[in-house]
């Protein structure tokens, strides 16, 4: 058998099934009764993701799946049902997975219990499947080829539990051996070839990939194919390697590990059953992964929403206490877990809807928590959970360091206070621009939030990967340079604790560091800056309130640059107050009901200021507060005190930062040598705690070994080495373009065909050769220099797309869905200028500039038709500067009649392995050509 070792497994299986995992069993079986009697059809038709489909249009709220309700679809949050085509290709999308995760239930029914019901509802579901496969059209997918759905992970986890499904019966001698044949042939050699087609490199979408290929090729009796989908590259063990950290984390947040785990878990599980060692450091690696989730989570239970993390995702779900049993399986030792499996099968919150018979496969959809009990739980913990647990463990969770993530998290009050510093992985893909983001909350309360990700498909979501919207500081108005930070410090002893880290290059030339330590009842937060030249920063602090005294807000123009790209366009009423020299006025934070302080020291010269944006994703805007401060070094020092009564006052001489809190306590903070002092004065009574725990940064690639961890946690972590300066996006590294010199009077010449063509799903052959020839031509000025391209396009009845307001599939510009092209330039003097150009078919064009900087360049376009195809003539003034040394870019976009997305782009310079999906209008000009204009 694939997933299950061998037959006496299943036999053990069939025991814990008729004893102690009974109720489970019983309420897998009641999930299904009412579908035996009529089972349901595959549906003949492909998912479709757009910006509108399955999302509520008043709020965007994910709209409830229900398997039984194609066309209507109503919003758990204001109730109402929505109708039309973009919601039920959505819908379509959670079906194909419910309808396959089902065929896997029944299948493990009939194997363990015997049913004839069971075997014919998995049974009907396979052979459906086998003939619908090839009629779903591989076209228009959002990322990577697929034909079921938009997404080829989608199609990774629909294959993996239709072939544990067929792997099943067959073991249980239940599938007829012609429609076990047909399955394989029909269905899975070709989704698996497909899936294969695709690899994903390090992303947590891989790992589904991977397992499903092993899955595929052991049921296909093919040996090597599932050694290399183990042991390969881009296979499981890779990803345990480079995805999963020395700590247990996945390096893309909490969200995508817990995703990326569970498809690793199959990967093992597909690796121990085929008898395929992984090595036992990685195996090791491996089972810290549920007890992440554990370390990482707030006091309600909940999961920070770092990253592209949907908000509030609560740990009492079925889907969670599941990865923690399954994580019990191989460590039944490790008291973390079991006592979060205390917590989440406790009865001190109402029972409800757990939402499992209505789950989409492994594509969770995150559900309100509940009670649960272990009846609760899914088709693996039936299968693999131990029969009985063991006693939960008194063990809350404790202050932790998770270095190789990069997050330090410091708790209080029996783990009701919870402060962490989110410095190190920038988490890939999925990751955001807030290194030395900080987090609070006490109790149910978050102070300090990251609020995640909302849709990806909306616009708010460059604001949700802004660096504005977080707690984190940013440099002159622009974003922060994408890159890990440092620790430098962490120490913790029960009252009083710290952490420390920088960031050496958030922006050129530079660098800020971030304290925070943690006392009974408040914390002080330093953020210091040293730069080469006079900056600005900006430090959003996410809070709601008022200060007293009041501040003279008035309206304000926050005079930013003009490609300003750190989230200022989704702000409103922007309000700003100068701070008041010999004043400290005190902030007073409001989250609902709860009240806490704020005491702020400002350098001289420093503003506030305060705006209104969006809050977490789909509760609307809220007010959010920043320090804003200038020159080529400083310091913003805030003291937080969430008791709303313990900190009187605070003060700063020369180095100290002095807390006067209640009962006439004073505590004198300092920077040391070897750390921080806290000089502790209560009357005539005096004391001090020294913290420790300083990091010296090593040559990358070397152990950084985290000392003075005293009632925390800590292990050592090998730092990720410096990025490539260029890298594709399969990961290959690639060189620098050569410089290429363009003399006036002389034309240098390129033609796009096969090695340029970034393609969806059809190869350069496949899609009918598509080709371009391409001129350059410069000329020589008094002040600069004119760049004139003439473009040849070859292709037979090329579709122009008509002027569009709005893009209804996603938050791209429309005009990337057509024939046309895109010019990239940059250069130090210009910064990069982008323009999407759309030919008209009567000799006009579209232009649209995409960046402030296309607005300052002058640019001519003349298109015409051709019998061959299309052509285009342009011209680029350039300024001096600009004309000694700019990167290049030209794409050539290409689509198809009757498609909704484009199939791909030629593209000077090559196609360097790229695929087309997820790309928008943007490139990366590390691989553009770079050219110099010489003199005339």
């Not at 009529?38 to 993701?49: C, N, S």
């Not at 396959?100 to 004839?116: D, K, N, V």
């Not at 909940?302 to 049993?325: G, I, K």
Request: overall charge neutral.
């Amino acid at each position: 058998m694939i997933i299950l070792p061998d037959v006496p497994a299943l036999a053990a299986r069939r025991v814990a099934a008729d004893g102690p995992l009974a109720p489970l069993a019983e309420s897998l079986a009641a999930d299904l009764a009412p579908w035996l009697a009529q089972p349901p059809h595959v549906d003949p038709r492909k998912a479709r993701l757009t910006r509108q489909g399955g999302r509520c249009p008043g709020d965007q709220t994910v709209l409830t799946f229900d398997p039984a309700s194609p066309h209507r679809h109503r919003c758990p949050r204001c109730g109402r049902f929505w109708t039309g085509e973009d919601h039920d290709g959505y819908w379509v999308y959670g079906y194909h997975l419910w309808l396959a995760e089902r065929a896997l239930h029944a299948a493990l029914l009939h194997a363990l219990r015997g049913e004839a019901a069971h075997r014919d509802f998995a049974l009907r579901v396979l052979d459906e499947a086998a003939t619908q496969y090839p009629r779903w059209p591989n076209r228009d997918n959002v990322l990577g080829p697929t034909r079921p759905f938009f997404s080829t992970y989608l199609e990774s986890l629909w294959l993996l539990h239709l072939v544990l499904a067929l792997d099943l019966l067959e073991g249980a001698s239940a599938a007829p051996h012609a429609l076990g044949q047909r399955v394989r042939d029909e269905l899975v050699e070709p989704s698996a070839r497909l899936i294969a087609s695709y690899p994903e490199g390090r992303s947590n979408r891989q790992a589904w990939n991977a397992s499903a290929r092993a899955a595929a090729a052991r049921l296909l009796g093919r040996p090597a194919d599932v050694t290399d989908a183990l042991t390969g590259a881009d296979s499981v063990q890779a990803l345990l390697a480079d995805g999963l950290l020395a700590d247990g984390s996945w390096y893309e947040g909490e969200n995508y590990h817990q995703f990326a785990w569970r498809g690793l878990w199959h990967g093992v599980q597909l690796a121990e059953s085929a008898g395929v060692a992984l090595p036992a450091p990685l195996l090791a690696r491996f089972a810290l992964g549920p007890r992440v989730l554990v370390r990482a989570a707030l006091p309600d239970l909940t999961l920070p929403s770092r990253r592209d993390s949907p908000h509030r995702t609560s740990l009492r779900q079925w889907r969670y206490a599941e990865m923690l049993e399954l994580g019990l399986v191989r460590a039944p030792g490790d008291r973390a877990v079991r006592a979060a499996l205390g917590r989440l099968y406790a009865a001190d919150i109402p029972p409800g809807d757990t939402a499992r018979a209505r789950s989409t496969g492994e594509a969770e959809r995150n559900e309100p928590p509940t009670r649960l009990t272990r009846a609760d739980l899914g088709w693996k913990s039936l299968a693999f959970a131990l029969p009985e647990l063991p006693p939960p463990a008194d063990d809350p969770p404790r202050s932790v360091l998770l270095p190789a993530q990069g997050l330090a998290i410091v708790r209080r009050d029996r783990a009701t206070t919870y402060v962490a510093l989110d410095f190190g992985e920038t988490g890939g893909g999925h990751g955001h621009p807030d290194r030395l983001n900080l987090l609070l909350a006490h109790g149910a309360t978050r102070w300090l939030d990251d609020v995640g990700t909302g849709s990806y498909t909306s616009r708010d979501l460059y604001w949700y990967r802004s660096s504005l919207a977080h707690n984190a500081p940013f440099i002159d108005g622009r974003t922060q340079r994408t890159g890990p930070g440092r620790l430098l410090a962490w120490d913790e002893r029960g009252g009083a604790g710290w952490m420390s880290a920088d960031v050496r290059d958030i922006a050129p030339g530079v660098e800020v560091m971030r304290t925070v330590v943690v006392m009974d009842g408040y914390l002080l937060d330093e953020v210091r800056w040293r730069a080469a030249r006079p900056v600005t920063i900006d430090l959003p602090v996410h809070a709601e309130g008022t200060f007293s005294p009041a501040l003279p807000w008035l309206p304000a123009d926050l005079a930013l640059p003009v490609d300003s790209d750190a989230g200022f366009d989704f702000c409103k009423f922007v309000e700003a107050a100068p701070w008041p020299l010999g004043l400290a006025p005190v902030f007073h934070a409001v989250r609902g009901t709860a009240k806490a302080t704020v005491r702020f020291l400002l350098p001289e010269g420093s503003t506030l200021w305060r705006a209104e944006a969006p809050g977490p994703p789909t509760e609307g805007t809220r007010r959010f507060h920043a320090v804003r401060a200038h020159g080529r070094e400083g310091t913003i020092v805030a003291v937080w005190d969430w008791t709303g009564g313990l900190v009187r006052d605070v003060e700063r001489s020369g180095a100290h930062v002095t807390v006067h809190a209640a009962h006439d306590e004073r505590h004198v903070h300092s920077r040391e040598a070897y750390g921080w002092l806290v000089d502790l004065h209560a009357g005539n009574a005096h004391g001090s705690i020294e913290l420790g725990g300083l990091t010296v940064a090593p040559p990358p690639g070397t152990p950084v070994i985290v000392a003075g961890a005293g009632t925390g946690d800590a292990a050592s972590v090998a730092p990720p080495p410096d990025p490539p300066e260029a890298t594709s996006a399969v990961g290959a590294q690639t060189a620098a373009p050569p410089l290429i010199r363009l003399v006036p009077g002389r034309e240098w010449h390129a033609t796009l065909a096969g090695p340029e063509w970034r393609w969806t799903e059809e190869d350069w052959a496949t899609a009918g050769h598509p080709s371009a020839a391409v001129t350059l031509r410069a000329e020589r000025g008094p002040s600069g220099a004119t760049l004139h391209v003439a473009l040849r396009v070859t292709k037979a009845r090329p579709t122009f797309a008509p002027p569009r307001d709005d893009n209804p599939l996603d938050n791209e510009h429309p005009d990337i869905n057509s024939d046309g092209l895109q010019l990239h330039l940059a250069s130090t003097s210009l910064g990069e200028a982008r323009w999407i150009v759309v030919p008209d078919g009567a000799g006009r064009a579209r232009i649209t500039p995409r960046t402030a900087a296309a607005a300052r360049v002058p640019l001519s376009v003349r298109t015409d038709a051709e019998a061959t195809g299309w052509s285009a003539r342009i011209a680029v003034g350039l300024d001096a500067a600009s004309a000694r040394r700019f990167h290049l870019a030209l794409l050539v976009n290409e689509i198809a009649a009757g498609r909704e997305r484009r199939r791909g782009q030629l593209v000077l310079g090559g196609a360097h392995g790229q695929r087309a999906y997820l790309v928008g209008d943007r490139h990366d000009l590390h691989l553009a050509p770079i050219f110099s204009i010489a003199d005339a």
